[in-house]
């Protein structure tokens, strides 16, 4: 049974940063593409970054590139997402999750497993 457990959400003021964390576990983690997706409240899920199976290759959306950076580490099972200089807008709840194939990808319909989802709230 595959799971994704995210932890490393909170509440922070503009500008701060948070490095959130995805604990996978019941699938070959290192086989897969891994993404982060994010969801405010009555707002569609909106992806933020991915990850290639061995981290060489990343995707970011433009609202986040130069702030964000994803990571992983395959030894842990454990996949990261930096955030920097974070702003009101990020505010959401923050999802990771496995993709089907090998390289980055940023439609929802390509992800199988996705975690319950971290908080994060950016006071102004």
């Known amino acids: 049974q595959v799971q994704l457990v995210e932890s490393g959400g909170g509440l922070v003021q503009a500008g701060d940063s948070l490095r959130l964390s995805c604990a996978a576990s019941?699938?070959?983690?290192?086989?897969?593409?891994m993404g982060w997706f994010r969801q405010a409240p009555g707002k569609e899920r909106e992806f933020v970054a991915a990850?290639?199976?061995?981290?060489?290759?990343?995707y970011y959306t433009d609202s986040v590139k130069g702030r964000f950076t994803i990571s992983r580490d395959n030894a842990r099972n454990t996949l990261y997402l930096q955030m920097n200089s974070l702003k009101p807008e990020d505010t959401a709840v923050y999802l990771c999750?496995?993709?089907?194939?090998?390289?980055?990808?940023?439609?929802?319909?390509?992800?199988?497993?996705w975690g319950q989802g971290t908080q994060v709230t950016v006071s102004s």
């Open positions: 999750a496995t993709a089907d194939t090998n390289v980055p990808v940023a439609q929802t319909t390509r992800y199988n497993y």
């Open positions: 990850i290639s199976q061995r981290g060489g290759i990343t």
């Open positions: 019941g699938h070959t983690f290192s086989n897969y593409a």
